[in-house]
T-cell receptor
Framework: QKEVEQNSGPLSVPEGAIASLNCTYSDRGSQSFFWYRQYSGKSPELIMS????GDKEDGRFTAQLNKASQYVSLLIRDSQPSDSATYLCAVNDKDDKIIFGKGTRLHILP | DVKVTQSSRYLVKRTGEKVFLECVQDMDHENMFWYRQDPGLGLRLIYFSYDVKMKEKGDIPEGYSVSREKKERFSLILESASTNQTSMYLC????????????FGEGSRLTVL
């Protein structure tokens, strides 16, 4: 059974600090990695994608991928109350199926 | 802007009823997906389609069927609704080769009594 694991949280982070969200996956053949943000009562929205080892930055968001450790993370700098949401990690495996983690709830404390 | 539209935001049905959930996308995407989302269980793939008239089972297809007669429309059918199918249903689409870059509809919350 291919799995994507995330800590369910809640993760509480003071406003202005860095929020660090982590994800591990079981299928070593996984090709592509994604972070989605889901506000309460809303549908998921893609915020970052990463395909190769290393860091990828987009504004306040940085995705980090380490395929050897089967680990992907999302850093949110200068956290804002509007960043409070559930963050879903998703992995596209070698069979081209997309597997989602159960999500980490992030709470930014004003 | 990319748009995925689900026909009903909220539905209440009785056990045994046939339920149709419609999804339309306007981005000319080849790939379409149906997920359900339940607390503590996350997003689970029911069915997906990579082309018109084509469908593939996801992880939890039992009790569901799908139809894709046109590229832009992907329908989820519950032949005989049961209470354990009470859930949030999410439709998504993507371009071929776009991997997991999914665009989601707003969701359809189904309650089966």
């Amino acid at each position: 059974q291919k799995e994507v694991e995330q800590n369910s949280g809640p993760l509480s982070v003071p406003e202005g600090a860095i929020a660090s969200l982590n994800c591990t996956y079981s299928d070593r053949g996984s090709q592509s990695f994604f972070w989605y943000r889901q506000y309460s009562g809303k549908s998921p929205e893609l915020i970052m994608s990463i395909y190769s080892n290393g860091d990828k930055e987009d504004g306040r968001f940085t995705a980090q991928l380490n395929k050897a450790s089967q680990y992907v993370s999302l850093l949110i700098r200068d956290s804002q109350p509007s960043d409070s949401a559930t963050y879903l990690c998703a992995v596209n495996d070698k069979d081209d199926k997309i597997i989602f983690g159960k999500g980490t709830r992030l709470h930014i404390l004003p | 802007d990319v748009k995925v539209t689900q026909s009903s935001r909220y539905l209440v049905k009785r056990t045994g009823e046939k339920v149709f959930l419609e999804c339309v996308q306007d981005m000319d995407h080849e790939n379409m997906f149906w997920y359900r989302q339940d607390p503590g269980l996350g997003l689970r793939l029911i069915y997906f389609s990579y082309d018109v008239k084509m469908k593939e089972k996801g992880d939890i297809p039992e009790g569901y069927s799908v139809s894709r007669e046109k590229k832009e429309r992907f329908s989820l059918i519950l032949e005989s609704a049961s209470t354990n199918q009470t859930s949030m249903y999410l439709c998504a689409s993507s371009l071929t080769g776009a991997g997991g870059e999914l665009f989601f509809g707003e969701g359809s919350r189904l309650t089966v009594l």
